[in-house]
């Protein structure tokens, strides 16, 4: 027969969730997205792919004139990585917000003492986040598909884990919200 079996189990061993369970998405978890929480940033992305249509419709349009050269392997990169940027500053990065932190006369972060920037906090003690992206020279620029695009092509290893994360339905799934939301 050749190849390696699968490993049999026991309905009594069977600690996994059906298949269905296992495999179902939240839809609006796939339109709206999950957050990369990062130390002074955070990034909400959607599921590229699955439920996610306006991403699929606009990538397959902005495909279609490059369908034979895809087809023939022979699709230019840059071209190739131009329209996936593009199709994920706009229909993938749902949002994109700083930490906003005290910073002393000259603009530099003033940090506590763990060596960590000293982060402006609400009446709540709750952390408080700006919407908007670092750019270069530390400001913070609005949050927009030209800004998200200037990042994804600077930053290209952050643009390969924000695609990890997006293209991974599990990030996505039901029981993923509900045991989330402590349900």
């Known amino acids: 027969m050749g190849g390696r079996p699968f490993a049999k189990h026991t309905h009594e061993e069977n600690?996994?969730?059906?298949?269905?369970e296992e495999f179902t998405t939240d839809s609006a978890l796939e339109t709206d997205g999950v957050w990369l929480d990062r130390?002074?940033?955070?990034?909400q992305i959607a599921h590229a792919g699955g439920g996610n249509i306006a991403f699929i419709r606009a990538f397959e349009r902005a495909a279609k004139p490059h369908r034979r050269s895809m087809a023939a392997g022979r699709m230019n990169d840059d071209v190739a990585g131009k329209i996936l940027v593009e199709a994920y500053?706009?229909?993938?990065?749902?949002?994109?917000?700083?930490?906003?932190?005290e910073r002393n006369k000259r603009g530099l972060p003033i940090?506590?003492?763990q060596k960590k920037p000293k982060t402006i906090k609400d009446d709540a003690g709750d952390?408080?986040?700006?919407?908007?992206?670092h750019a270069k020279d530390g400001k913070v620029v609005p949050f927009n598909v030209e800004e998200v695009m200037r990042v994804l092509r600077d930053l290209p290893r952050l643009f390969t884990e924000i695609r990890g994360i997006a293209e991974e339905y599990s990030n996505y799934l039901e029981v993923a919200r509900e045991e989330d939301s402590g349900n």
């Open 39 to 43: 130390a002074t940033y955070r990034i």
């Open 111 to 113: 940090l506590n003492d």
């Open 15 to 20: 600690t996994m969730t059906d298949m269905y």
């Open 89 to 101: 500053a706009k229909h993938i990065i749902k949002d994109w917000n700083v930490l906003l932190v």
């Open 127 to 133: 952390i408080q986040w700006l919407r908007g992206i």
